[in-house]
């Protein structure tokens, strides 16, 4: 029940850009903006090699408040129906990472947003003492796969970055 609302949400999603789109048509100018200031440089290229390096990673995680390490840590607690958001979380901040400058911390408003009610009812839950919530299906590769699906996807992400920025070079021409 809870991934039908996702997909709901997902589809109303899709039909605002697309309602957005479609009154911008014909509008001069370029509708995204992949390359980083004018450059031969993918804003994925320059927004991965400045995650990579001189910690910015720490930086990083100030930005979002530490909340992607509380939603990893205190996952059990998180209610059934707040745990789908991590993929819309995903799918935006891999949008974000492939035509966003990361180093304006304005940029992950939204994610800080989406993040933070799950992860203080997750803290309540905690601090009250009350036990984890565990579905139904606890168990299997599948329960697994699913419960580390956002950890796994950006991890596919960093090894194949080369591959991945010949394919948003591909995007962008199209």
Known sequence: MVYKQLIFAFVAYVLARWLVLSFLHGTPGVLLEWYFRSSHYTHFQVNLFWLLNLQHILLFMFCFAGLPLFWFAFYDYIPLLFRPLRYVLLFYFI???????????????EIVLLLYLPVCIALKRWLCNLNPIIPEISCGAFYYIDRYAVLISLIVVLLFRQPLNKWVIWLSHL
């Not at 949008?95 to 408003?109: C, D, H, K, V």
């Open 95 to 109: 949008a974000l990472l492939m035509i966003g400058n990361f180093p304006e911390i304005r940029l992950f408003g």
